[in-house]
């Protein structure tokens, strides 16, 4: 708990919005239902099944008391933050290290016109829930939301130049293309979709001892494939899952990323808007950009298409830059992306020509891909051998041997690196490819590491670790005088002593 600021005893306390109350109990009692449901339907009039009604009472009574008693107030040194009945919280935040604000309106916040809006400061985070360095004010207007984003971050409004000031209110950086959704079904989110629903569904007919094979639209959907050629059934399955996963992926393309608009205010700002049903209004200083990273998923890259994410302290690295807040543009022609690193930055550091990586890099790669496929046929041989399993899953796994030594060689060709101006640019990755331009004078130092089977392959990884993005960006199997190199030129003089002595010894 940080002590109150002196002389801020007139800043006004503000509180959430009651409109909340209308709304919040209802969830709290649905979030319940499955503690609820299963203490009802399996109590069997036993004392043990009030557990689930007490749960729920509980549960919104927290709720309730936490709409009632939270209250904030911003003073000219900090960000106060004072909640709780029973178990009181407070938490103060220094302006000067405040810099995102992330403003979410999710449904039950548009019901009533409210969002949440999220402070959070320069410290790295890979969390998903609030931290110390974080505060959540989860109900308050737009209105306010937007007054405190303005408040917050654009500190040095009034050192703007007439210049600036006289500028339009926003420059408009990138903003959505209706002819992107057909990178969509590339990204394969509907796929998480279809697995959780799966899940979801084989969980509670577990749970409930609920055979859906006793419905006679299953019990014909089955008798149909019975009746059928094993290859068609397999055929007419891959389909309808193929066009099921589109369909889902177009349509969480569209929630998610529906009306996105990257613009740059004249403070020095970059601003976020994106979201069909859930909003969300992400906020980013200029000056915590340490660099920006195209990434291409193998599938999006085949279709010609990447994501574009930011590389700035103080966002939330959750699954994925889209939780965290850091996406400058969502999956769209590579072309744009290049452009919208290059408005972003200034320059398009990510188009450098990249060096390649030794041979000895290639065989490695290779070997690490193929030997793994190897292992687990090997594994699944033994339980064949012992009669728990039958020989076809070994026999498979072996199938996806040259699978895998292609993955192992697109592994290859994805590595490079380069040093262009102020940043160092580095690629990796297949199944999900990278390539991040980050800047020198934003590294807190650099790691030189190799393994016993890299010293034999004379090859070394250098590691430039930030405190932004995903905290830390590898040169992976560089050969080990370029490694060197590479790593004093990243910082220099950091090497220099270790340099000289090696020099010194030969």
């Not at 004072?82 to 405040?98: C, V, Y």
């Not at 990755?429 to 807190?444: H, K």
């Amino acid at each position: 708990m940080t002590p109150p600021a002196k002389g801020t005893q007139d800043a006004p306390w503000h509180h959430l919005d009651r409109r909340m109350l209308l709304i919040r109990p209802v969830l709290d009692v649905v979030k319940s239902l499955p503690v609820l449901l299963g203490a009802l339907l399996f109590g069997h009039g036993e004392p043990w099944q009030w557990i689930g009604l007490v749960f729920t009472a509980i549960a919104v009574f927290t709720g309730v008391s936490h709409v009632l008693t939270s209250r904030y107030r911003i003073t000219e040194s900090q960000v106060e933050w004072h909640t709780g009945l029973l178990l009181r919280k407070q938490r103060a935040i220094p302006r000067d290290r405040i810099r995102t604000v992330d403003v979410t309106s999710e449904p039950k916040h548009r019901l009533f016109s409210l969002a949440a809006a999220r402070i959070g400061t320069g410290r790295h985070s890979h969390g998903k829930g609030p931290g110390k360095d974080e505060l959540v004010l989860d109900a308050v207007t737009i209105a306010e939301a937007q007054r405190l984003r303005t408040l917050l971050l654009h500190r040095k409004a009034e050192a703007v130049s007439e210049e600036a000031a006289a500028a339009p209110p926003e420059q408009l950086i990138a903003a959505v293309d209706k002819r992107w959704l057909r990178y969509a079904p590339f990204t394969l989110s509907g796929l998480a979709v279809v697995g959780a629903v799966v899940g979801t569904v084989y969980h509670f007919a577990h749970e409930l001892h609920f055979d859906p094979i006793k419905f006679s639209l299953v019990q014909t959907v089955v008798g149909h494939f019975a009746d059928t050629p094993v290859w068609l059934s397999l055929v007419f399955a891959a389909v309808g899952l193929l066009v099921l996963v589109s369909l889902l992926s177009v349509g969480g393309y569209v929630l998610s990323f529906w009306n996105f608009r990257l613009t740059r205010e004249p403070a020095g700002t970059l601003h976020i808007r994106r979201g069909l049903i859930t909003t969300r209004s992400v906020s980013i200083e200029e000056d915590r950009l340490r660099g920006a990273e195209i990434r291409e998923p193998l599938p999006l890259r085949l279709a010609g298409g990447a994501r574009c994410v930011a590389i700035a302290g103080g966002l939330r690295e959750g699954k994925g830059a889209d939780k965290g807040g850091g996406l400058l543009l969502p999956p769209a022609p590579l072309a744009r992306a290049h452009e919208v690193v290059a408005d972003v930055l200034g320059e398009d550091p990510v188009a450098t020509p990249l060096t390649r990586h030794p041979r000895r890099a290639l065989y490695r790669r290779l070997s690490r891909a193929v030997l793994g496929v190897l292992l687990l046929a090997a594994a699944l041989y033994g339980l064949a051998w012992l009669g728990a399993l039958p020989d076809w899953p070994w026999q498979a796994a072996l199938g996806l041997v040259p699978f895998a030594a292609l993955v192992g060689w697109d592994r290859y060709r994805g590595l490079g690196h380069a040093f262009t101006g102020r940043y160092l640019v580095t690629r990796s990755g297949s199944l999900d490819r990278g390539t991040a331009a980050v800047r020198c004078d934003g590294m807190t130092g650099v790691v030189v590491e190799r393994s016993y089977f890299q010293r034999r392959a004379g090859l070394v990884t250098v590691i430039a670790p930030v405190a932004a993005g995903k905290g830390k960006y590898q040169v992976l199997d560089v050969a080990e005088a370029d490694g060197l190199a590479l790593a004093d030129r990243a910082v220099p003089g950091l090497l220099t002593p270790f340099l000289t002595g090696e020099r010194d010894r030969g």
